[in-house]
T-cell receptor, first 118, second 114 residues
Framework: GAGVSQSPRYKVAKRGQDVALRCDPI?????LFWYQQALGQGPEFLTY????????KSGLPSDRFFAERPEGSVSTLKIQRTQQEDSAVYLC????????????????FGEGSRLTVL | GDSVTQMEGPVTLSEEAFLTINCTYT??????LFWYVQYPGEGLQLLLK?????DKGSNKGFEATYRKETTSFHLEKGSVQVSDSAVYFC?????????????FGTGTRLKVLA
């Protein structure tokens, strides 16, 4: 597709349930980011991939959160044993690779997956 | 660590009014600076950017200048329209982390009345 695609757009989970959120980045984009956006807040960094390599996962809030991008394109964010505090919009973004001296790095965002944990 | 602070909203203006949304940052090195906008029901999209000191980013009548001496990147528009109603996020891209991590502010909601 032309943009970053995320699914599902909305997910309601019972506390303790596992969820998986999918991100399909723009074709050819090397970099992929996951962000968490709580209501009324800005996006908070979760993790970063360059191709299939997860280069930074410092923002993942606990070991219940796991992300993968096995073939360097589609990525999945998995949350195990969901808790109410996990309720948020999960944003995926991709960007062009940084080439030579160019470091402009515009992020292209998907519309997000809104997770509600009851 | 690096951080971004922007003015709290909501900001309510009449059409054709002048807009300023303040943004200051704390960072090591020389980050790139961005304004992203989120229209109702849509994802975040880049509004403008500046990659070095004294650069001015501009788009759709919006402007922001990278001020290293005051560590600021204030967003301005001379005459807002109802269609500018949205949430605006100031962001920086870390220069030293090696992973090009982006740090966002909390967002400022703008409402423009006809």
């Amino acid at each position: 597709g032309a943009g970053v695609s995320q699914s599902p757009r909305y997910k309601v989970a019972k506390r303790g349930q596992d969820v998986a959120l999918r991100c399909d980045p723009i074709s050819g984009h090397v970099s992929l980011f996951w962000y968490q956006q709580a209501l009324g807040q800005g996006p908070e960094f979760l993790t970063y991939f360059q191709n299939e390599a997860q280069l930074d996962k410092s923002g993942l809030p606990s070991d219940r959160f796991f992300a993968e991008r096995p073939e360097g394109s589609v990525s999945t964010l998995k949350i195990q044993r969901t808790q109410q505090e996990d309720s948020a919009v999960y944003l995926c973004a991709s960007s062009f690779p940084l080439a030579g001296g160019q470091r402009t790095g515009e992020l292209f965002f998907g519309e997000g997956s809104r997770l509600t944990v009851l | 660590g690096d951080s971004v602070t922007q003015m709290e909203g909501p900001v309510t203006l009449s059409e054709e009014a002048f807009l300023t949304i303040n943004c200051t940052y704390t960072a090591t090195g020389y980050p790139s600076l961005f304004w992203y906008v989120q229209y109702p029901g849509e994802g975040l999209q880049l509004l403008l950017k500046a990659t070095k000191a004294d650069d001015k980013g501009s788009n759709k009548g919006f402007e922001a200048t990278y001020r290293k001496e005051t560590t600021s990147f204030h967003l301005e528009k001379g005459s807002v329209q109802v269609s500018d109603s949205a949430v605006y996020f100031c962001a920086l891209r870390e220069a030293t982390s090696g992973t090009y991590k982006y740090i966002f502010g909390t967002g400022t909601r703008l409402k423009v009345l006809a």
